[in-house]
């Protein structure tokens, strides 16, 4: 799954100027590109086992050396069709996950992609609902919580002008 979280990153921020893509969009998006390279695999599975089927020794008394090599081949074959078949296992697997994203999904991997894009970020907001607004800021907010919680401390700390002001009481 963290590959699948790290491939989608890597996709959002391969493209040069972000698109500001509702939550909707953009998992059709990763639905749509995780089907393509499943059905890029699966073509070359196929073409892989068209071409290397098996040829049956036309001479019998091959010598060593083309026995040998033969066997290289066969095994070359093999990996590839191994490598090839593991592919598409997780070309299947990312289909899977991308049909499967969520809210949380978009607000974990999508929206960062945007941090240095305002525009964007303006366009984007300018075309939600406010159902949708209210949902991405509580996720984020969620989130944020979610991370408090999780960097609790035996005392607590202050920060931002507390924390300098009681600094130079010492």
Same mark, same amino acid.
């Given at each position: 799954?963290?590959?699948?979280?790290?491939?989608?990153?890597?996709?959002?921020?391969?493209?040069?100027?972000?698109? =500001?893509?509702?939550?909707? *969009?953009?998992?059709? +998006?990763? %639905?749509? #590109? !995780?089907?393509?390279?499943? /059905?890029?695999?699966? @073509?070359?599975?196929?073409?892989?086992?068209?071409?290397?089927?098996?040829?049956?020794?036309?001479?019998?008394?091959?010598?060593?050396?083309?026995?040998?090599?033969?066997?290289?081949?066969?095994?070359?074959?093999?990996?590839?069709?191994?490598? =090839?078949?593991?592919?598409? *296992?997780?070309?299947? +697997?990312? %289909?899977? #996950? !991308?049909?499967?994203?969520? /809210?949380?999904?978009? @607000?974990?991997?999508?929206?960062?992609?945007?941090?240095?894009?305002?525009?964007?970020?303006?366009?984007?907001?300018?075309?939600?609902?406010?159902?949708?607004?209210?949902?991405?800021?509580?996720?984020?907010?969620?989130?944020?919580?979610?991370?408090?919680?999780?960097?609790?401390?035996?005392?607590?700390?202050?920060?931002?002008?507390?924390?300098?002001?009681?600094?130079?009481?010492?």
């Amino acid at each position: 799954m963290m590959f699948l979280v790290f491939a989608f990153t890597l996709v959002a921020k391969a493209e040069d100027t972000p698109q =500001a893509l509702s939550f909707k *969009a953009w998992k059709e +998006q990763q %639905v749509l #590109s !995780a089907q393509n390279r499943l /059905l890029r695999v699966s @073509v070359e599975l196929d073409q892989l086992k068209e071409s290397h089927e098996p040829k049956e020794s036309k001479d019998k008394e091959a010598t060593s050396k083309e026995k040998a090599l033969e066997r290289f081949q066969k095994t070359q074959v093999k990996s590839e069709l191994t490598r =090839a078949t593991k592919e598409l *296992a997780m070309a299947k +697997q990312a %289909v899977e #996950s !991308a049909s499967d994203l969520t /809210l949380d999904d978009y @607000v974990t991997i999508y929206l960062p992609t945007l941090s240095q894009a305002p525009e964007a970020i303006e366009a984007l907001v300018g075309s939600m609902t406010k159902e949708e607004l209210a949902q991405v800021f509580s996720e984020i907010l969620k989130r944020q919580s979610d991370q408090r919680d999780r960097s609790t401390s035996s005392s607590p700390k202050l920060s931002g002008f507390w924390a300098k002001r009681d600094s130079g009481n010492d």
